[in-house]
C-alpha cells in the first residue's frame, strides 16, 4: 500500500489556512475518497503522477467500504466498449448493455474511469463524459442508453496534463463536474509502507538517507479549477454531507471552486463574529439577533438582503410571526437600502399582499411613495 501526499500550496495566513504543504498519506486519501462515494452521488477524480498510488488508495477504499471494484481502462477502450454493440428489435435500434455495466440488483459497486485522459480517441473521451458527470436531481447517472443505479459510484483517476505524459488535455467543463484531488509521493507514508511490507533493508536505508530519490515527479500540477455555480452547489454537498478532518475540508473545497476561493471560504466560515445574518435568523428568530442586525455594516446588510430576497422568491408564504419579523428588520434597514429591498419585495406577490397590510404604514409606506415617485 502506497501513500500519497495532498498537495496544494496554501497562501501564508494566520488564521491556520496558510504556511506549510498539506500532507495526506493513503489513510486520509482514503477517507475523503469513502467520504464522498459513500455520502453523494459526486464524483471524486484523483490526479497524481504515475506510481504514487492513485489505483491502489481507490480499491483499498472500495474495499473498505464493502463495495465491489470495477476497472475501466480508458486508454484500451472504443466507444462500443463504452456504450455497447447496436442491435435491432424490429424498426427500434438498441445498444447492448456492456459486460463491465452492473445492474440494478448487483452488489454495490464503484466503477473506476482509469487513464480518463488517455482515451486515444476524441468519441471515446465524449462518451465517458456523460458518465462521470454527476446526475441531476431526480435522475440517474447515464451512459447513452444505460442508465446506473444510484447504489453504484463514479471514480476517475488521471495522470497530469503537464508535459510527461501523452495525455489529452480536459475539458475545463469537465473539470467542473468532478472534485479533484491533487495526490503526490511522500516519502514518510512509504517508509511505513515499506516496513510493514518488509521490502528489502538496503532499500529502506538508501531512501532513509537520499529520500530525494524515491520519486521523480516532474513538473509541479496545475489544474484549472475555479469557482462556479456548480462548483459551490457541490461545495453545498460535501458540506452538508461529508464530514472530513479540518486539516484537509479546505483542500477538498480547492479541488472544486480553487485554492483562493477556497481559502476564502474556510476564513469566512471561521469569521463568526462578522457573519451575515441569514434569512432564517431573520425571520424565525429576530427578538435574539434584532440588535446584531441593526448593527451590521451596508455591505454585510447588502448579504442578508440578498439571502432574504432569494428565500422568498422560493418560499414566499410566511406564517404571522414571520411576517411581523420581516417587517421590523426592514424597520432597522439604512434608508437606501431600504427602499431597493421593498421595491424586490414587492414583486413577488405573496409578500407584497403582506407587506400593504394596514398595520405596516409606519414602515412601508414611505418607502412605497419613494418607489413611486421614481416610476414616474
Known amino acids: 500500500m502506497k501513500c500519497v501526499r495532498y498537495l496544494l500550496a496554501r497562501s501564508a495566513g494566520p488564521d491556520g489556512y496558510g504556511g506549510a504543504e498539506s500532507d495526506m498519506n493513503v489513510e486520509q486519501m482514503k477517507s475523503v475518497i469513502k467520504e464522498i462515494v459513500a455520502k453523494t452521488d459526486l464524483t471524486p477524480c484523483v490526479v497524481g503522477h504515475r506510481g504514487v498510488g492513485k489505483t491502489a488508495g481507490i480499491i483499498q477504499a472500495c474495499r473498505e467500504l464493502g ?41 454495490p459497486t464503484v466503477i473506476h474511469c482509469d487513464e480518463l485522459n488517455r482515451a486515444q480517441q476524441e468519441d471515446t473521451l465524449q462518451a465517458i463524459f456523460q458518465f462521470v458527470e454527476p446526475p441531476a436531481e431526480g435522475m440517474l447517472r447515464s451512459l447513452h442508453t444505460h442508465h446506473l443505479s444510484r447504489r453504484h459510484k463514479v471514480v476517475v483517476s488521471i495522470n497530469p496534463p503537464d508535459g510527461s505524459y501523452q495525455v489529452a488535455t480536459l475539458d475545463r467543463a469537465l473539470i467542473d463536474r468532478m472534485v479533484m484531488l491533487s495526490v503526490e509521493t511522500d516519502y514518510h507514508c512509504w517508509a511505513r509502507y515499506a516496513a510493514d ?6 532499500v529502506r536505508q538508501f531512501l532513509a538517507a537520499n529520500s530525494g530519490m524515491l520519486a521523480k515527479q516532474g513538473m509541479p500540477m496545475e489544474l484549472q479549477v475555479e469557482p462556479s455555480e456548480r462548483g459551490w452547489e457541490m461545495v ?15 483542500e477538498v473545497y480547492a479541488g472544486i471552486v480553487g485554492k483562493e476561493a477556497a481559502i476564502m471560504f474556510m476564513r469566512w466560515l471561521s469569521d463568526r463574529k462578522g457573519r451575515p445574518l441569514t434569512a432564517l435568523q431573520v425571520l424565525n428568530d429576530w427578538p435574539r439577533v434584532a440588535e446584531r442586525a441593526t448593527a451590521q455594516r451596508d455591505d454585510v446588510q447588502a448579504a442578508t438582503i440578498n439571502d432574504l430576497s432569494a428565500t422568498l422568491q422560493a418560499s414566499p408564504l410566511l406564517a404571522g410571526e414571520q411576517e ?8 432597522v434597514l439604512p434608508r437606501d437600502l431600504c427602499f431597493g429591498f421593498v421595491k424586490t419585495l414587492l414583486k413577488i406577490p405573496e409578500v407584497a399582499l403582506a407587506l400593504v397590510n394596514d398595520r405596516h404604514d409606519s414602515v412601508i409606506f414611505d418607502a412605497i411613495k419613494a418607489i413611486t415617485r421614481e416610476a414616474h
Open 67 to 107: 463495495r465491489s471494484y470495477v476497472s475501466l481502462r480508458l486508454g484500451q477502450m472504443e466507444v462500443g466498449d463504452l456504450v455497447g454493440i447496436p442491435f435491432r428489435d424490429g424498426d427500434i435500434m438498441h445498444w447492448s448493455r456492456p459486460s463491465w455495466l452492473p445492474g440494478d440488483d448487483a452488489p
Open 197 to 202: 511490507r518488509e521490502l528489502a533493508g538496503d
Open 236 to 250: 453545498s454537498i460535501l458540506q452538508k454531507s461529508c464530514r472530513f478532518p479540518a486539516d484537509l475540508e479546505m
Open 324 to 331: 411581523e419579523h420581516l417587517v421590523a428588520y426592514i424597520s
